[in-house]
């Protein structure tokens, strides 16, 4: 049969409503944290991750099981997160089967969490109930490059110098460890 008649499947997208929201809730946040867990699958998805942390100047975790952002850059947290969820009050999980593991850290009460996944409610998963405000399911890669788009727009003035003094410190941390 001919190749073009197999096409790849298109991948959902945020729609507008819910990709601003939860940029904005990125933007109001003081203390996001990002768990990636194999949206390095799509290796197209690691530098607008990249893009997005640095414009937010906020930390990101990964699983092992992918190359889902540098390991050499100032953001990255390492692949425990214990000790930075009970000051995240923006949790953002992408592609993650078991974001965190619940009872070895509590979250802030009011801690925002937004999880994005081509299957966000784990339909096949037995048991799986990770709070969330938002569940959304799309292609972590184009919401990455949609996310950073959006907030570079919406963030005022103030929010840029917010982040860009976020990065500076992750950068500090990074060169004293």
């Known amino acids: ?5 197999h096409s790849a499947v298109i991948p959902p997208q945020l729609d507008v409503e819910n ?4 940029a904005l809730r990125l933007v109001e946040a003081e203390n996001p944290l990002i768990i990636t867990g194999y949206s390095g699958r799509n290796p197209e998805s690691v530098e607008p991750l990249v893009k997005l942390a640095e414009l937010l ?3 990101v975790s990964s699983s092992q ?5 540098p390991t050499n850059h100032p953001s990255f947290i390492g692949f425990g997160i214990d000790q930075y969820l009970k000051d995240a009050d923006v949790l953002l999980t992408v592609d993650c089967d ?3 593991v619940g009872g070895r850290v509590n979250l802030r009460p ?3 969490l937004i999880h994005l996944d081509s299957d966000p409610i784990k339909l096949y998963f037995p048991m799986w109930g ?17 996310l950073y788009e959006v907030i570079k727009e919406k963030a005022s003035e103030k929010d840029s110098l917010r982040f ?14």
């Open 1 to 5: 049969p001919p190749v073009e008649r």
């Open 19 to 22: 990709l601003d929201k939860i």
């Open 57 to 59: 100047g906020n930390r």
């Open 65 to 69: 099981q992918y190359m889902n952002f």
């Open 98 to 100: 078991v974001p965190y």
């Open 110 to 112: 009011a801690s925002k």
């Open 130 to 146: 990770f709070p969330a405000d938002i569940l959304a399911h799309c292609d972590s890669a184009g919401a990455f490059t949609q």
């Open 164 to 177: 860009q003094e976020r990065f500076k410190n992750l950068e500090k941390e990074y060169t004293e460890k």
